[in-house]
């Protein structure tokens, strides 16, 4: 139930390309959903998060899209670029609870 | 940009010997998280920190697992007798509110 499916593993876009990566819950008090954007040898940053009230969040070619009924939350890169390449992670935090629960991670490579 | 800092990047250390992590956080946040990554598998929460205290933590984080805010800036994480299955990149993280920011972390090499 604390679980965070994400999937695929690892993924290779043409540049310009849309890359999207699928995060699955089960527990439905889950209520922030960060996704994680981390290049080699850094720590993960925050790139964009939505709460379930909402069913998309856009900033810039990141598009979070939200399915509350289906448990289901994925990224949209679009325009993907080189400088994109890098492994994303979906997360979500329940209410009352500090810690995230990550999803195992997806390998990006925009290829030029 | 303020930023969480972790020191040293990189750590090797005998099984059975005693390790501390340490971490500044940003300057301006109340609560402070331990997370692991094995390699090629996901970030793990270990154990998160407020006022002082411990305020959540997983089962990975057992006796052998400290954590301590020694001063007003730095925030450590103590493992007594490393194991070799304790090998992975260990990230601090700092929150003032929701969002948690991390450090590039450090990489715990056990032999």
């Known amino acids: 139930q604390q679980q965070v499916k994400q999937s695929p593993q690892s993924l290779i876009v043409q540049k310009g390309g849309i890359s999207i990566i699928n995060c699955a819950y089960e527990n439905t008090a889950f209520d922030y959903f960060p996704w994680y954007q981390q290049f080699p040898g850094k720590g993960p940053a925050l790139l964009i998060a939505i709460r379930p009230d909402v069913s998309e969040k856009k900033e810039g070619r990141f598009t979070i899209s939200f399915n509350k009924s289906a448990k289901q939350f994925s990224l949209h890169i679009m325009d993907s670029q080189p400088g994109d390449s890098a492994t994303y992670f979906c997360?979500?935090?329940?209410?009352?609870?500090?810690?995230?629960?990550f999803g195992t991670g997806t390998r990006l490579k925009v290829l030029a | 940009e303020p930023e969480v800092t972790q020191t040293p990047s990189h750590q090797v250390t005998q099984m059975g010997q005693e390790v501390i992590l340490r971490c500044v956080p940003i300057?301006?946040?109340?609560?402070f998280y331990w997370y692991r990554q094995i390699l090629g598998q996901k970030v793990e929460f270990l154990v998160s920190?407020?006022?002082?205290?411990?305020?959540?933590k997983s089962e990975i984080f057992d006796d052998q697992f400290s954590v301590e805010r020694p001063d007003g800036s730095n925030f450590t994480l103590k493992i007594r007798s490393t194991k070799l299955e304790d090998s992975a990149m260990y990230f601090c993280?700092?929150?003032?509110?929701?969002?948690?920011?991390f450090g590039a972390g450090t990489r715990l090499s056990v032999l």
């Open positions: 300057s301006n946040h109340l609560y």
């Open positions: 920190f407020y006022n002082n205290e411990i305020s959540e």
């Open positions: 997360a979500a935090q329940r209410p009352g609870t500090y810690k995230y629960i």
């Open positions: 993280a700092s929150s003032e509110e929701q969002i948690q920011y």
